[in-house]
């Protein structure tokens, strides 16, 4: 795309949570310290909340990155819709267990005795799972049985959930107070400043060699800031087009107008709402200034994480509703 125009090393804006680029903002250094806390547990629960983008994947890639897994087996897990026995299977396979077990008790005998084997090697466990706001109560429930695990008086198990704001709402739920007992720390990671916005553009666009071009005029992250509000998928996306726009009218200089006309543009897209508008809306373009598939890859991107909010917020009613109202008629119910 552009990065030889600019005369880069790579692509500085990718979706993808690449721990290359992890640039430590006051948030994701703080979130960072309260993992690497938890690495050294060996019991409990660390909660790590954030928005769509704000970085908690990236954190737990670079976490995992640093873990000497002579010391630490770890293993991560990202949630769908896992209803308790799903999640007690996908945890065994997570740590690369082959289990034939046909029930709950035999599945969770397995669990345990993989745990114990671990103990002799002087390694911990560590599950990780991530989006873990998508999960059931039944199967947040299963995860703390699972920690009930111990070793004389050595916990076996320490647990990591990250997950969006809804996550806290989760866990205020009557039916989880024991597990609340078991969590060691909890952290929301917020979005970044204004001046860590900038930071961060810069370091990303260091790590693949800028070196100022393109120059940022007066004024240009104050829009990206607007814009982002400090969110660094945000950031992602934004800057992503921006250096391409800049391309494509031969610019090597991105002004607070330039970064405002993208924004209005990808806003649009995301109001567009339905995909057909979208891509209608993308084509269109295709002949006015030549954007190409890359953009049109972002703006359904962001889609897809609408759509799954969506979704996710229509299942987590249709729960409601179902633990609301009595799905067996009342004189089969055992008084
Ligand atoms: N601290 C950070 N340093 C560098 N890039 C980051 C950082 N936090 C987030 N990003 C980038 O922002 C985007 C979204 O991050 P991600 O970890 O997927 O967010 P989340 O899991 O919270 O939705 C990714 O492209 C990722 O590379
Ligand atoms: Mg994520």
Same mark, same amino acid.
């Given at each position: 795309?552009?990065?030889?125009?600019?005369?880069?090393?790579?692509?500085?804006?990718?979706?993808?949570?690449?721990?290359?680029?992890?640039?430590?903002?006051?948030?994701?250094?703080?979130?960072?310290?309260?993992?690497?806390?938890?690495?050294?547990?060996?019991?409990?629960?660390?909660?790590?909340?954030?928005?769509?983008?704000?970085?908690?994947?990236?954190?737990? @890639?670079? &976490?995992?990155?640093?873990?000497?897994?002579?010391?630490?087996?770890?293993?991560? &897990?990202?949630?769908?819709?896992?209803?308790?026995?799903?999640?007690?299977?996908?945890?065994?396979?997570?740590?690369?267990?082959?289990? @034939?077990?046909?029930?709950?008790?035999?599945?969770?005998?397995?669990?345990?005795?993989?745990?114990?084997?671990?103990?002799?090697?002087?390694?911990?466990?560590?599950?990780?799972?991530?989006?873990?706001?998508?999960?059931?109560?039944?199967?947040?429930?299963?995860?703390?049985?699972?920690?009930?695990?111990?070793?004389?008086?050595?916990? &076996?198990?320490?647990?990591?959930?990250?997950?969006?704001?809804?996550?806290?709402?989760?866990?205020?739920?009557?039916?989880?107070?024991?597990?609340?007992?078991?969590?060691?720390?909890?952290?929301?990671?917020?979005?970044?400043?204004?001046?860590?916005?900038?930071?961060?553009?810069?370091?990303?666009?260091?790590?693949?060699?800028?070196?100022?071009?393109?120059?940022?005029?007066?004024?240009?992250?104050?829009?990206?800031?607007?814009?982002?509000?400090?969110?660094?998928?945000?950031?992602?996306?934004?800057?992503?087009?921006?250096?391409?726009?800049?391309?494509?009218?031969?610019?090597?200089?991105?002004?607070?107008?330039?970064?405002?006309?993208?924004?209005?543009?990808?806003?649009?897209?995301?109001?567009?709402?339905?995909?057909?508008?979208?891509?209608?809306?993308?084509?269109?373009?295709?002949?006015?200034?030549?954007?190409?598939?890359?953009?049109?890859?972002?703006?359904?991107?962001?889609?897809?994480? @609408?759509?799954? @909010?969506?979704?996710?917020?229509?299942?987590?009613?249709?729960?409601?509703?179902?633990?609301?109202?009595?799905?067996?008629?009342?004189?089969?119910?055992?008084?």
């Amino acid at each position: 795309m552009y990065e030889s125009f600019f005369g880069l090393s790579g692509k500085p804006f990718q979706l993808n949570p690449d721990p290359a680029f992890f640039y430590g903002s006051r948030g994701h250094k703080r979130a960072f310290a309260y993992l690497q806390y938890g690495v050294h547990q060996s019991e409990g629960f660390i909660i790590i909340t954030g928005e769509v983008g704000a970085g908690k994947t990236t954190l737990v @890639r670079s &976490l995992l990155e640093q873990i000497d897994p002579n010391q630490l087996v770890a293993a991560q &897990l990202v949630t769908t819709q896992l209803d308790a026995e799903d999640l007690l299977r996908s945890v065994a396979m997570a740590f690369g267990i082959s289990t @034939r077990a046909v029930d709950k008790a035999q599945l969770l005998a397995e669990l345990e005795a993989f745990l114990i084997s671990l103990v002799p090697q002087g390694k911990r466990a560590l599950l990780i799972v991530d989006e873990a706001q998508n999960l059931t109560g039944r199967a947040i429930e299963e995860l703390r049985m699972l920690s009930n695990f111990q070793l004389g008086s050595q916990g &076996l198990l320490q647990s990591f959930l990250v997950g969006q704001p809804q996550l806290r709402a989760l866990m205020q739920g009557p039916e989880l107070q024991q597990l609340r007992q078991r969590v060691t720390a909890s952290y929301h990671l917020g979005p970044m400043d204004r001046a860590e916005t900038q930071a961060y553009v810069e370091h990303r666009l260091r790590h693949v060699g800028w070196s100022n071009d393109p120059r940022f005029e007066d004024g240009a992250f104050d829009a990206i800031y607007t814009f982002s509000a400090g969110i660094p998928r945000r950031i992602n996306t934004l800057c992503n087009r921006l250096l391409l726009a800049a391309m494509l009218s031969e610019e090597h200089a991105v002004t607070a107008a330039n970064v405002d006309a993208t924004a209005d543009e990808i806003r649009l897209e995301l109001s567009a709402g339905s995909p057909a508008a979208a891509a209608v809306s993308s084509v269109s373009r295709l002949d006015g200034r030549g954007f190409g598939d890359a953009e049109s890859a972002i703006g359904l991107e962001e889609r897809v994480v @609408r759509l799954e @909010r969506a979704m996710t917020a229509t299942l987590d009613l249709l729960q409601q509703m179902r633990r609301s109202s009595p799905t067996r008629p009342p004189d089969q119910v055992k008084g």
